[in-house]
């Protein structure tokens, strides 16, 4: 079975902190992406990576950075969090071939900005 | 990008109903999941389904790509399928590999 895991299941942290979240899967994937969802707005692609060292800006980059150093490894980092990035943020990763890129997610991590 | 719309957006129904749930997307996909997010948050796969017909247990899904929706079946409900699900599907041709997910269907299943 794949497995995604992430870093945290609940995490608080204080206005201006530096925030790593980490993901991490066992299947050997090439595609990993994280995602953040909120009430009302549903889950938006927050960055995605192809390859180790490749990235691309998914829809609401804004405030966020992303460190693909592993193949099985992607961190999703807040610079310095405010409170409008309090969500759930979710990984997800999947291969590359078309046919066979269903995406498998984590657990997903709660980030409380206070 | 493409769209992907769900309906309805809310459902009751009795323990051991039927029911089923639409997914419409604007334009080809290479990718179209349904998923369950369990109370925890976490997005359960359902299925992997670009095309064609699938079935697992009490659960079933059929996408017809060339009309462009995709249909999820539920059938003999069950207090335990409550919960919300999501279509997500990524475009056929435009290289973008991230799902874009629907707003979600919210499934309360009464005993």
């Known amino acids: 079975d794949v497995k995604v895991t992430q870093s945290s299941r609940y995490l608080v942290k204080r206005t201006g902190e530096k925030v790593f979240l980490e993901c991490v899967q066992d299947?050997?994937?090439?595609?990993m992406f994280w995602y953040r969802q909120d009430p009302g707005l549903g889950l938006r692609l927050i960055y995605f990576?192809?390859?180790?060292?490749?990235?691309e800006k998914g829809d609401i980059p804004e405030g966020y950075s992303v460190s693909r150093e592993k193949k099985e490894r992607f961190s999703l980092i807040l610079e310095s969090a405010s409170t409008n990035q309090t969500s759930m943020y979710l990984c997800?990763?999947?291969?590359?071939?078309?046919?066979?890129?269903?995406?498998?997610f984590g657990p997903g991590t709660r980030l409380t900005v206070l | 990008g493409i769209q992907v719309e769900q309906s309805p957006p809310d459902l009751i129904l009795q323990e051991g109903a039927n029911s089923t749930l639409r997914c419409n997307f604007s334009?080809?996909?290479?990718?179209l999941q349904w998923f369950h997010q369990n109370p925890w948050g976490q997005l359960i796969n359902l299925f992997y389904?670009?095309?064609g017909t699938k079935q697992n247990g009490r659960l079933s899904a059929t996408t017809v790509a060339t009309e462009r929706y995709s249909l999820l079946y539920i059938s003999s409900s069950q207090t335990t399928d409550s919960g919300v699900y999501f279509c997500?599907?990524?475009?056929?041709?435009?290289?973008?590999?991230?799902?874009?997910f629907g707003s979600g269907t919210r499934l309360q299943v009464q005993p």
């Open positions: 997500a599907a990524a475009a056929g041709d435009t290289g973008r590999r991230a799902l874009t």
């Open positions: 389904i670009p095309s």
């Open positions: 299947m050997d994937h090439e595609n």
């Open positions: 990576s192809y390859d180790v060292k490749m990235k």
């Open positions: 334009d080809s996909v290479n990718n």
């Open positions: 997800a990763s999947s291969l590359r071939t078309s046919g066979r890129n269903e995406q498998f």
